[in-house]
């Protein structure tokens, strides 16, 4: 199975609703980035949390993690319609270099 | 500056052909990976470059797929006797930091191929 794994695999919310989702992982990691994607082609970088971090922001965008638990969430605050899109979380295993290991993505539909 | 890109944008060839995709780094940046994402799924890694060596290409799927990179600059991705399973977004990214605690990946906007 994969290092990541997000949850939901898709979420619909009206704007201006909160969007959470979650991201599982496996190994014990260096960081975990969140990415976006939008029409299925290339990813934008979101945020990198390291695994000595518990909880980042960068605008409307909340990143928490609990290597106890090995997980991650990303909250996005205030959605937009601007913010439907794929969000994928990537780990960087410890024992894998520099190899980003990718989860399967929530897909989040905001409706205006 | 200019980001990651990738040619060609679109590629839809017949099963049994050859297919090269390219890749034109983000300048400076060291690192470059290929991934594959297949419909409605997540990205598989498919091979690393550090500079112009490959210390890891442990996602290639078969000894059809081979890449290379020259300059420490453009990679090609090669496809050799394309089957149809090999339909996907082909993904390239960089990155400037070779270390993975700040291992950020910019990616390009990816080559659809499709094989008939």
């Known amino acids: 199975s994969q290092q990541g794994e997000e949850d939901p695999q898709a979420l619909s919310i009206q704007e201006g609703e909160n969007a959470t989702m979650n991201c599982s992982y496996k190994t014990s990691i260096n960081n975990l980035q969140w990415y976006r994607q939008n029409s299925g082609r290339g990813l934008v970088h979101l945020i990198l949390?390291?695994?000595?971090?518990r909880e980042k922001h960068s605008g409307r965008l909340r990143v928490t993690l609990d290597t106890s638990k090995k997980s991650s969430s990303l909250l996005i605050t205030a959605s937009r319609a601007a913010d439907t899109a794929s969000y994928f979380c990537a780990t960087a295993p410890k024992a894998a270099g520099n190899k980003l290991t990718f989860g399967g993505g929530t897909r989040v539909l905001v409706k205006p | 500056g200019a980001g990651v890109s990738q040619s060609p944008s679109n590629k839809v060839t017949e099963k049994g052909k050859d297919v090269e995709l390219r890749c034109d780094p983000i300048?400076?940046?060291?690192?470059l990976y290929w991934y594959r994402q297949r419909l409605g799924q997540g990205l598989e890694f498919l091979i690393y470059f550090q500079g112009n060596s490959a210390p890891d290409k442990s996602g290639l799927p078969s000894d059809r797929f081979s890449a290379e990179r020259t300059g420490e600059s453009v990679s090609t991705l090669t496809i050799q006797r394309t089957q149809q399973e090999d339909s996907a977004v082909y993904l390239c990214?960089?990155?400037?930091?070779?270390?993975?605690?700040?291992?950020?990946?910019?990616f390009g906007p990816g080559t659809r191929l499709t094989v008939l």
């Open positions: 990214a960089s990155s400037s930091a070779p270390r993975t605690a700040y291992n950020e990946q910019f």
């Open positions: 300048s400076g940046h060291t690192a």
């Open positions: 949390i390291r695994s000595n971090e």
